[in-house]
């Protein structure tokens, strides 16, 4: 059948970091959001995690790019190449024709309608026939269970790459919503320059990243969930020489702490603009956190302490977003809050 089959459904969670791609209610790519072209001709020589490998170490006939920036797309053609090589994953080989795509796509709730259209000219480009776009933090809720079209308030901090989105989310709409340009890519930030100010050790991107996943916290007394330190390998940034410095948990949550303290104040901001009938609810069901930064070590028990609100870190933190998405995609026609 599926030889004949001329249009296939996918969701995709685009971004900063990872795209995300469901088709028949599976995961089907789960890819860094990396594309590596060669410098000559512009062509696509590798998508994803095979990108990814070659990043921070290629010569100068390629060049590796990561498309989205603060969670919109900084590279337009980069991106568009970037959709088509993670589709391909995704067209089954049985199919004797390139299917038409009715795609649904996750997108920042603080993008303008320039980045919106942005986001949708690259999948059409890609081979999207229609393009559907849904708010993170909805997708977010949705993915991790929530009634959202109930008359109910629910907040969801959806902390990804490039943006930290904070909404409350009631009969089916985004009643506030606070999107703000500091998430992953930030903390990955503050980590190299603090090794490099306090070790005098040079870090790359990458390296910074295996730190943060390794030993990242937001609080300096994790009990008996305190990871190993974590030993970090590269150069002194005076001397060239080879260094060996090995990492603590409790130094990386003091290098995050103002980055953490930026997203605390948005959450306040955001509860300081929420309904009393809304904030009486949150406060009943607590805040849901999404996305990857929900994964560093003590930051919904820091956050839960900070706010006096419970915080809960969904199940699967990292695909609520892509879930949500798909379960948009079966729900086209009842879901009003999908934008065309």
């Known amino acids: ?50 990108a990814k490998m070659m990043y921070e170490k290629v010569h100068d006939k390629i060049k590796t790019i990561r498309p989205l920036r603060d969670g919109v797309i900084a590279d337009f053609y980069a991106c568009e190449q970037m959709i088509r090589g993670l589709i391909k994953m995704v067209s089954s080989r049985s199919r004797l024709f390139a299917p038409s795509l009715r795609m649904v796509i996750g997108v920042p709730s603080g993008s303008t ?24 933090p909805m997708a977010a809720a949705i993915g991790i269970g929530l009634d959202v079209e109930a008359p109910e308030g629910n907040m969801i901090v959806d902390i990804g790459g490039g943006t930290t989105e904070i909404a409350v989310i009631s009969l089916g709409g985004l009643v506030s919503n606070n999107s703000i340009r500091i998430a992953g890519d930030d903390l990955t930030d503050d980590i190299k320059e603090y090794m490099s100010r306090q070790h005098n050790i040079k870090v790359s991107e990458r ?7 390794n030993v990242g916290a937001a609080i300096t007394d994790l009990g008996d969930d305190a990871p190993e330190d974590y030993v970090v390998h590269g150069p002194n940034k005076i001397t060239a020489l080879p260094m060996e410095v090995p990492v603590c948990y409790q130094e990386i949550a003091h290098c995050l702490d103002k980055t953490i303290n930026k997203i605390e104040t948005a959450v306040l901001t955001a509860l300081e603009n929420t309904q009393p009938e809304l904030y009486a609810d949150i406060v009943k069901n607590g805040i849901y956190l999404a996305g990857g930064g929900a994964l560093l070590r003590g930051l ?25 998405t798909g379960i948009a995609l079966k729900n086209i026609n009842k879901f009003s809050f999908l934008m065309r």
Request: charged residues 30%; hydrophobic residues 45%; proline residues 2%.
């Open 1 to 50: 059948m599926s030889w004949f089959s001329f249009t296939q459904d996918i969701a995709m969670d685009l971004g900063t970091a990872n795209t995300i791609i469901i088709s028949n209610d599976k995961i089907v790519v789960d890819e860094p959001s990396v594309v590596a072209l060669d410098r000559r001709t512009d062509k696509m020589i590798a998508v994803g995690s095979k």
């Open 113 to 136: 309608e320039v980045e919106l259209r942005a986001v949708r000219d690259s999948a059409e480009h890609a081979g999207g026939r229609d393009v559907y776009l849904i708010f993170e």
């Open 207 to 213: 390296m910074a990243e295996r730190i943060k996943i």
């Open 300 to 324: 919904a028990k820091r956050l839960s302490d900070k706010i006096n609100i419970q915080f809960h870190v969904a199940d699967d933190p990292l695909h609520a977003v892509a879930k949500g």
